[in-house]
C-alpha cells in the first residue's frame, strides 16, 4: 500500500459530502507535501502521487457519479430482477474484454479494461490503511517514527500542534467537533456524512443502516403461478392396520395364556412369604469370640532391604557367619542387607523359587514342616527364693582360725552354752578353747585317734565324752562353778557306788577314784568289748542321760546306748542287715533313727519296732541330722547328695540337693535359728537357710545361703566336721587342714 | 572461713563456711616390744613409768619404760582376760615415803573371781641389790634386777576376792576414783562392788574344792562348809572356787549390787567417767553384751534405765567417747555409735556405723572424745575419728606379724589396747605379745 492510495481514501471521504471542500483538501495536500520534503525519497513518492492526481480527481468524480447510479439501480432493481437478469451479466465479477483494432497493427485484439485498485485490489490491502505494515502502532508510541515504509526508510510521524493550535483549530474550524485523531493515519479525521448519519440515527432509535426501508413490498414467496408447493405436505389418511388390533398377536397372546392355565408357564416364582426381617445389631451382647483379627500390615521396607543400603546397615564378616549358621525360623530378618553398586547388578531373587513352591504347598493345604520349639526363659525357671540379704544372721566371714594340730582334726563340738569348744585330733590330742578368743585353754592327751567327741548337752552338769578306739571318757572341764562342777562330780563319780547291773553287759563302767583324778584325767571310763573298733559318732539324747556311740568298723555290732544315771549299757540291735553309719536320737519322741549305708530306718525304741524307712537314693550315707522341731531330716552322702526328708510326708526325699563337688562329711542343724550346714571334702561349707513352718501345708523353705572357703584340702579331705554355736549363727568347722574356724555372722 | 565472691554482674557478697577438719598427726610409731611367752588379755598404762599385762597364763606383768621385767606375779591359775588398776582414794598409803605409791589393781579371770591386789612401787635410788622373791607365799613381791642407778621395786599384795560371777568374767573396770568396782561376766551378771577390803570373809569358805584337796593333798572329798553366814544369800551360788592357793590375807568379798538384765554373755562393763571406759554420765555405769544390746544402769538402784537393742550384733566391746554416746563393736565386722539421749521407744538408730575390716576386740577412747583405738582380730590397729564415718584415720600392724596366707590376712590377735593420750602412748597387747606404739591425739578443730 501506498500513501497515494489511503490519500485517496481520504479524499474521497472529504470529498463526498461538498464539493466546497475541495479547497480544504488541496490545502491539506500541500501540508503534506510539506511534512514529506524532509525526507527526498517520500519526497519522490509525492511526486508520483502528484503526478496521477489529477487521474483520480477525475476518478472521483466518475465515482461518485457511479455510486448515485449503483443507489438508483438498487432501489429499481427490486421491481425488476427478473426482467434484468440479462443485464446482470454485464456486472460479473470479470470485466468485459473489449475489442480494439491495434493502431500499430491495424489486427483487431482485446483489451482488459485498467484495473481499478478500490474495486479489483486484494482485500486485505484494504484492511490495513497504514503504510507500515500491520504492526501494532503502540510499538511506537515513544518514538518519533511510526513505522518503516516499504524501502526501510522511518516514516515519521506527523507533526502536531500544540494545545494552542487546537484551540485555535476549534475556533477556526467548523469540523473540529466532528473530527478525531486516527492513529493509523496520524491525523484528526473528521467523520463522513454517512458516519453522522449513523450517529444520527443511533440517536434517533432507528435502524443504523441508512439502506433499512421499514415499508418494503410484500414479496408473494409461494404465491402465484409457478410459485405454488408441491411435495412438502400430504393429507393421505392414517392405514387401517395401525389402529386394527394384530391378530397374530392375539394369537400368541392366546397361546401363551393356555400355557399359563394350563401350568407350563409359571408367571413368577412364589414369593417368600417371609419377609427379610430387619434386626439391631447392636442390641445383641457381644460375643465372646474375638472378632478375626485383619490380617497384619507388612512392614514398609527399610534401609536394609535396598540395593545399595548405607555402609552402617551391612553386616559385618561375623554377623553373615552367624547369620548362615542359625536356623531360617531363627533369624530375624530372612535376608543380609547386600550392596550393589547400581541397580542393574542386582540379581534375580534367589529365594523366587522356592517361595513360590511354599506357596504351592499352602494352596495344597500341605503342612510346611513346623518344628516344634519351646521357648522358655531360664530365669523363670530358678524358684523364686528370698534374696539371702533378708535372711540374715547366717555366718558370713571367718572370724577366727585356729592352727590346732598338724593331724587332721575329725570332730569337734561345742559346749550347750555356746562358750568353749572341744576338737579332737587323729593323733589323741583334745583342746578345750574359747570360741570367742579362739585361746587353747587346756589340753589332753589320749593314746590313739579320737574317733568322736561331744559335749553332753544338760546345763546343769558340764562334762563332755570323748571316743577312742574301745573306750569311752567322760571328761570335765575346768574352771567351773562349784555347784556345777559338784553335780557333775555326783553324777559321773557317785560316792556310793550304785549297785552293779547284771554283770551280763560286757561294757565295763569305770570312775576314778577321788583319789588319783585331776582336772587332767577322765572322771569315767566306760570300756566296750574289745574288737569293737572305733566309735565314729556320739549321739546324745535331748535329755543328757541316754548316748548312743557307733562304731562302723567294728566286728560286733557296733551300737550301743548307755546310760550314764544307772552307768548302763546296751546294744539295741541284735542282728542288723548292713552295717550301721550313723544313729539319732529323736528331739521329741522315743524313736531312734539309724542309718545304715543305703536305709535310714525309724525305729519306735518303747515299743521296739520299726516305723518307718527311708530311701534317701544315697550310695553311702555320710552324715545324717534331724531339725530340732523332729519332722525333718537331712542325710548326706558320699556321693554328694543331700536329702531332706519330710518325716510325716514320704519315704523319698522332699528334696535332693547336689551342690558340692565332693562327698559330704557333716550336717548339722542349728538348735535355735532357721541355719543348717553342710561340709564337704571340696573344702567348702555350705550354709542353708531352712525354715520349717508349723503349718502343714506349706512346704519348707530351703535357700542356700553362703559357701563359706577358707578350709585346705589335706591328703583328699575338706572340712570334716560342722558344729554351729547354739546361741548365736555361728558356724565351727574342722578341717582336715588341722584347723578350726570360727565363722560369724 | 569466710569468703568473697565475686559475681558476673559485680555482686559481692559473703558467705561462712562451716569446714571441720581433722589435724594430720604423726603416723604411729613402734616404740617397744615385750614378748610374752603366752597371749597378753589386757594391759595398762595408766601408771606413769609402768606398763601392766596380764596373760592368759594368769600371770600379772609390770614392766618400766626401759623394757624390764619389774615383777611377774601369778595372780589367777586360770588365765586373767582382764585388768583394771586406779589410786585408791579410800585406802591410807601404808608408806611414809613419798617414794612409794600404791596402787589397787582388779584382774578378772577365767577363774570365776575377780582379785583386788595392791601394788606398791618404790623407788630406790641407793639400793643396788633386791632380791626378787616372787614366788613367795603370802605377799608377792617383785623387783627389777639389780645393777642400775634407780631401781623400782614393787610389791604386789592380793587383798581381796570377789564373788559373784558362775561363769568366767570378761571385763572389770573402777570409777574414776577408784571406789567402786563393775565387772562383767560370760553368765549375763554385771556387778558392783566397792573397793573396800573386808575385815571378816564375806561369803563362806569353798575349802571343800576338789582342786584345792587335790592340791594341799588331801584325799577325802567334803561338801562346801559354810563357814559364816553373811548378809546375802542369793549371792553364795554366785562364788566360785577359791583362788589363789595358800593365800592368806585375801578375803572373800560380795558385791554391793548384782545387775541381772542381760540374757547373754556381757563383755564389758564400764562406769560412766571413769578412768579407762572413757567419759559418761557420772553415777551410771554401761554395759554390752552378746545379746546384741547396751545397756545404762542407774548404779545406786542397780536398775537398767536405758536399753539399745540391736538386731543381732553380739558386741564384744564398749567405750563412752562424750557423755551421751557409746560406742560398741560388734562380731559382724561394724563399730557403732549409739546416742544415749534416744528414748528406747524408738526405734534404735545408731548415730553412726563404721565397717571395720576384721572382728574387733577392744577399743580404747582418747581424751578429746572423737579418736578412738581399736583392735581387731586381724592383728591390725585401727584409729577412728568419730566423724569420718568411712574408713579409719590410721591402722598400723600391731605385731608385725602380718601374714598374707590365701586371700585372708591371718594375723595375730589384738586382744586389748589402752591409750595413755596425756603420754601418747597406746599399749597392744594380744596374741603377739606385748608392744608399744605412740600415738599423739590429734584434736581437730572447728
Known sequence: MTPKHWEQQGSKRKASPDSQNEYEDEFRLTNLEILSEEDNQAASSDDRWIDELPDINSSFGDEKTDDEQSQIDSVEGASEDENENGSDQENTIFPSIKTVVSDITGQFKQVLPEIEPEYDSDSSIEDDPNCVGNIPLHWYDDLPHIGYNIDGKQILRAARGDELDRFLATVDDPLTWTSAFDKNAQMDKSLTAEELDIIRRLHENENPDANYDPYQPTVEWFTGKGKEEIMPLSGAPEPKRRWVPSSWEKQKVLRIVRAIRQGRILPSKPKTTTKFEFYSIWSEPASSVAAPLPAPKLKLPTHSESYNPPEEYLPTKQERKEWAKMDPEDREQDYLPQKYSSLRLVPAYDQFTKERFNRQLDLYLAPRVHRVKLNIDPNSLIPKLPSPSSLKPFPTYMALKVNQSIHHIRCISISPDGCWAISGDEDGFISLW???????????????????LDWCPRVDVSFFVVCI??????????????????????????????????????????????????PNKPILTVKLPSSSGVPNQIAWHRRGDYLATVAREGTQSGVWIHQVTRRHSQAPFRKLKGTVQLVLFHPLKPHLFVATQQYVRLYNLSEQKLVKTFMPGIRWISSMDVHPSGDHLIVGGYDRKLCWFDLELSEKPYKILRYHTKAIRSLHFHPTYPLFASSSDDGSIQVFHSRVYSDLMTDPLIVPLKILRGHEIRDGLGVLQVRWNSRQPWLLSAGADGTISVWCS | MRTLWLSPVLLVWEETLEIEYIESVLPPQKLSEFPHDDWVSSISCQIPGLFLTTSYDGILRIFNHSRQLISSTRLHTAPITSLSCYLPSSTPKTTTTDDNQTYTLATASHDLTCLLTRLTISQNAHLEDVDEDSAMDGSLEGG?????????????????????????????????????LITAAWDGLVGVWDTRVPEEHEVGDVRGNIRNRVGDGQRSRKRRKVVEEEEEEEEEEGEGEGVLVGVKGVKRKVPEVVMKSHTGRVSRAVFGSSISGGRGERGKAYSCGFDSTVRVWDVENGLCVHTITASEKPFTALALPTEVTALALSTDRTMMLYDLRVSTTSAVVPAAAFPHAALPSCNTTGTGGNQVITGAYDGIVRVWDLRSVKSALASFDAFGSMEKKGTRPVGKKVLGVDWNAERGVVGIGGEGGFVVWSFKEGFGAN
Open chain 1, 469 to 518: 578306739e574301745g573306750i569311752l571318757f567322760f571328761i570335765i572341764p575346768p574352771n567351773l562353778p562349784n555347784s556345777i562342777f559338784s553335780s557333775t562330780y555326783a553324777l559321773l563319780a557317785p560316792a556310793a557306788s550304785s549297785p552293779a547291773p547284771p554283770t551280763s553287759s560286757p561294757v565295763q563302767w569305770e570312775s576314778t577314784s577321788p583319789d588319783s583324778w585331776s
Open chain 2, 144 to 180: 627389777s634386777s639389780g645393777g642400775l642407778a634407780t631401781t623400782t621395786k614393787s610389791r604386789v599384795t592380793p587383798l581381796a576376792a570377789l564373788h559373784l560371777h558362775i561363769a568366767p568374767l570378761s571385763s572389770v573396770a573402777s570409777n574414776d576414783d577408784g571406789t567402786k
Open chain 1, 434 to 452: 574359747e570360741v570367742n578368743i579362739g585361746r587353747e585353754i587346756k589340753q589332753w592327751k589320749f593314746g590313739g585317734k579320737i574317733g568322736a
